[in-house]
Every structure is written in C-alpha cells, then in structure tokens.
C-alpha cells in the first residue's frame, strides 16, 4: 500500500501516468485493486496526535480503516467485517483525549424484528483494535432495512459526551428512521429517541445533520417538508433529544435543495449553519447553490454559484461538501455536469470548486480533472491542520469497455485557492476555465468565474480565428464555420501595466 501515481491496473491501461498531468500536493488511491462497482468510498476523516490522517472507507461487504502521513505515505490500515448474522455494517471514528475510537452501528435480523447494535472498540498506534463491545440494542418493528448511515460525525459537547445520528431506510424508501444516541465518557448511554418517518416532527422530511448550539445547550436540526416548498425548518431539540420548537426559515429567492444532497454543517469561525447543494426550482434548474442559516434570524442567506444552460445538471453527491478555513474563506465540492460523468464522458468532466466567504459572496471557483483516461467525483472536503485541503471521493476509468473504480483521496494546499497565486494552482492541477464539450459540435462553451477577461481562440497553425471578452459565467462560441480539428484558447486578463496576462489555455476538438 503506498501513494500511487499510476492505477493498480496499470499493464490494463493505455500507457498513462499520473504525472504527467500538473499535481496536487499529493494522491492517494487506498485500494488492493479496481472493482465493476463503487465497493469502497472514503467516508470519516480525522487528524491523528502524530500530524497523520485517518479515513475509512466503507462497503456492504467489508470497512477499511487507513492511516497515512501528511506525504500520502500509507502507514497502517485495519479491515472490519461485520458479523454473520448482519446485513447492515456502518463504522466510524473519532479522536478522543488522543485515543482512536471505532465506533459501529449494526442491522441484525431478528426474526420479525431489525435489531439495531451499537458496538465500540480501541484502535491502537499499531492498529490493533481492543474487543468490540456492545454498548447500545434496540428492536425496531420492521422486517428488513435496504440501508444505513451516518447522518454526521460524533458531536462532542463540553462534558464529552457524544451523540450520534444515524439514519436508516426501510425497503421501499418509506418510513425512514432517524436514530439518536448520546453516551458518556464511560461509554453508557444517557439519551436516544428514535424517529419514526419523522412522526414526532410534524411531516418533516429529508432532514440532515445534528449540530450544537454555542453552549452546547441544544442540539439544531435542519430539514424541510414535502409540503412546504422552498421553506426550511430548523429544529430545537433539548439535551434529552425532546422537540422544543420548529422555526420556518425561508430564503430568498426561494429554493429547495434537492433532497440527498450535502450536508448542513456549523461554521467554526462564525457560528452560523451553511450547506452546498443541487437545487430545484423553475427558474434556477439544477445549479449549485449555498446556503447559511443565522440562528438569531429567521431567513435564509441564498447565494447561487454555478450559471449554466438548461441541458447541464449540476449536483453534489451525500456528503461533507465544505470545508471552512481560518481566513474566512469557504470551499466546496461538486459535479459541475453529472450527465457527462454519468455517462462516462472523461475528457468533458471536470470536478467543481466554488469558493465563496461568510457574506455569501463568490470569490472563485475552480475545475479539477486527472485527464482524459479518469474522471473524479468527490463527497468529502476537509480543511486540515497543517493549512491543506483534503477531498475524497471516488475515480473512474474504462477497462475493455467497462468502468472500474476505486477510492480517492487528494491534498491541495488552501493558498492555491488563492486567484492571485495561478501559478501554484495550475502547478497543483487546478483551473479557472474549462471548454466543453469536448469533443465538441458546432458549439464551444467556456466556463469560468473570471470577469474583464478576453477569449481568444487559435488553430492548430497559430492562427487566431476567433476574440471577445468574457462577461458571463458560460460563453457560447458559435464554431460552425471551423473545420474539423484541433484548437488552442487561451483566457487573458487586462492589467494596465502589464498588458494582457493570460491566466489559463487548454485545447478543445471538434
């Protein structure tokens, strides 16, 4: 196991090598090989006492629990497999007083009954793990689950205490139950309640993420109805997991996000509860949208990021889509066209980056991509220690006609996020534009976030065939009269001083 600059199935492939596209600080690839389905996704992350990062990857079949250093170097790594009899497997950790903690939530099929386990284990510094023990057992009346997951990581309020939430499905989507768990720092279960298609909470549906309150005096809660378009709710729930009101928060324009995408998540820096997300509306169609809720009000700030045509979808996949850094600064992740990356079209994908501050106002955003042989999805983003950006995901390629994948997991550092550093970010793999399709038909399309740029379009003999400034998010270059070929653009920025300074190129085929 060691960080990987070719695919595992490297004698399969065409002659490609990672390197030869710009890099981040570093990639990582933690599996024993590719697979025809995505078995493995990297899910928790935490920092380890020693400056090294722990991640599991999850499957139905079996968890690997990874450590590596601040270089992408593998050190250790733990497989669990959940036992005969269950059906439903879902761990996750934590770092506490710098102690690894496994923590695993179990589906076990009881005759009539779904019984629900929670089990706790040590992971040791030579990742030996102590005996699991089971801490938390609950019946619940249906025959049979399809799924099960972390709907967070573990909070931690100021007495250490944890709560966890996990959510589960019934075959069928219907009901969905919402289970809470609280514990002690002797491992004993204080509180739990179990929520039943959301009985308790009034016909709210799709609800994500727990959070604290400052105090850690009240836990938030948000989610929305079904019933209530373009309206959130944010749930006050006590310590003992009891309802104790239901705020209407509206944003404005009015938007719903779309009902599995990210997660809510708290701001460390300024308090208040952000989300990234596919959103559904008639006049927004699926673009990617924040939001962030300020507890002492009762509206939602909206700010939309992405700005494409009709045919695009853009989405997010279930996950932590942000990360926040010190600086004010906010990064997510997400899927700038999912019907190219659904339909296995590489040389036209490209990861989104939008970066945005806590005025909801966007700042950048960025394209990332491994080339024309892979493409990448991420779910994950973390802002480390030690001033890095952490995302993970899955990767994808073709072998004889079918699509492999495997887990993947890449660090940039934050300053190449920085629009005033483009040397670095194009020396770590990141861009401002991007032209698609590609290859492409009588239409090329520019992406950026850039303003006051020019566009300038050459052929493959250094003729320039085409010019106009940048004003938009897209820009649509009519390329009917161009031959069949290769084409270079570049994106210039004026400065008085300087001239023209170009900022990004890249080559588009129709």
């Known amino acids: 196991m060691k960080k990987v600059l070719l695919f595992a199935c490297m004698l399969l492939l065409p002659l490609v090598v990672f390197s030869q596209f710009p890099q981040p600080s570093w990639d990582l690839i933690p599996s024993d090989g590719p697979t025809p389905e995505r078995e493995l996704k990297p899910v928790n992350f935490i920092e380890s006492k020693d400056g090294c990062y722990l991640v599991t990857l999850l499957s139905r079949k079996a968890t690997k629990i990874i450590k590596f250093n601040d270089e992408g170097d593998v050190s250790h790594e733990i497989e669990l497999r959940p036992s005969s009899d269950s059906y439903m497997y879902y761990p996750t950790i934590d770092n506490h007083n710098d102690t690894i903690n496994v923590f695993i939530m179990e589906l076990v099929k009881d005759g009539e009954y779904t019984v629900s386990v929670m089990k706790h284990a040590y992971l040791f510094d030579d990742f030996s793990m102590s005996?699991?023990?089971?801490?938390?057992?609950?019946?619940?009346?249906?025959?049979?689950?399809?799924?099960?997951?972390?709907?967070t990581p573990a909070l931690m309020d100021r007495n250490s205490c944890?709560?966890?939430?996990?959510?589960?499905?019934?075959?069928?989507?219907?009901?969905?139950?919402?289970?809470?768990?609280?514990?002690?720092?002797?491992?004993n279960v204080i509180a739990e309640a179990i929520y039943d298609d959301y009985e308790d909470m009034s016909n709210?549906?799709?609800?994500?993420?727990?959070?604290?309150?400052?105090?850690s005096t009240q836990y938030y809660y948000v989610s929305y109805a079904k019933d209530y378009p373009y309206c959130y709710f944010m749930n006050v729930l006590d310590m003992d997991f009891n309802l104790v009101e239901q705020l209407p928060?509206?944003?404005?324009p009015a938007a719903n996000l779309l009902g599995f995408d990210g997660y809510w998540c708290q701001n460390p820096y300024d308090g208040k509860i952000y989300?990234?997300?596919?959103?559904?509306?008639?006049?927004?169609?699926?673009?990617?949208?924040?939001?962030?809720?300020?507890?002492?009000?009762?509206?939602?700030?909206?700010?939309?990021?992405?700005?494409?045509?009709?045919?695009?979808?853009?989405?997010?996949?279930?996950?932590?889509?942000?990360?926040?850094?010190?600086?004010?600064?906010?990064i997510g992740c997400a899927i700038n066209d999912s019907g190219?990356?659904?339909?296995?079209?590489?040389d036209a994908y490209y990861a989104y980056i939008p970066v945005f501050d806590t005025k909801m106002k966007k700042i950048s955003?960025?394209?990332?991509?491994?080339?024309?042989?892979?493409?990448?999805?991420?779910?994950?983003?973390?802002?480390?220690?030690?001033?890095?950006?952490?995302?993970?995901?899955?990767?994808?390629?073709?072998?004889n006609d079918e699509i492999y994948w495997e887990p993947y997991i890449v660090k940039f550092p934050a300053s190449a996020f920085d629009t005033e550093n483009i040397e670095e970010a194009h020396a770590h793999g990141l861009h401002l534009a991007v032209a698609y399709p590609n290859p492409g038909g009588d239409v090329m399309n520019i992406r950026t976030g850039l303003r006051n740029a020019?566009?300038?379009?050459?052929d493959i003999n250094g003729r320039k065939i085409h010019e106009e400034d940048i004003t938009d998010d897209v820009t649509s270059v009519d390329a009917s009269g161009w031959q069949s070929g290769t084409y270079i653009w570049k994106l210039g920025i004026r400065n008085e001083e300087l001239g023209m300074k170009e900022v990004e190129t890249g080559k588009w085929v129709k």
């Open 162 to 187: 944890r709560t966890f939430m996990f959510v589960s499905t019934v075959l069928g989507g219907q009901p969905k139950i919402d289970i809470l768990i609280k514990i002690d720092t002797n491992l």
């Open 340 to 346: 190219l990356f659904l339909e296995y079209k590489p």
């Open 249 to 252: 928060v509206e944003s404005n």
């Open 365 to 399: 955003e960025w394209y990332y991509t491994l080339g024309n042989n892979f493409n990448q999805f991420f779910s994950y983003i973390h802002y480390s220690k030690d001033d890095g950006v952490i995302m993970s995901g899955n990767v994808r390629y073709m072998i």
């Open 454 to 458: 020019v566009l300038t379009v050459y």
């Open 275 to 330: 989300t990234l997300g596919e959103v559904l509306h008639p006049n927004i169609k699926s673009e990617i949208c924040a939001f962030k809720i300020d507890i002492g009000n009762d509206d939602v700030d909206f700010l939309r990021l992405s700005y494409t045509d009709e045919n695009i979808r853009n989405t997010t996949f279930v996950g932590t889509n942000l990360c926040f850094l010190p600086d004010g600064k906010i």
């Open 131 to 151: 005996e699991q023990k089971e801490i938390w057992r609950k019946n619940l009346f249906y025959e049979e689950f399809e799924n099960i997951g972390l709907s």
């Open 204 to 215: 709210i549906n799709y609800g994500y993420s727990l959070m604290y309150n400052a105090d």
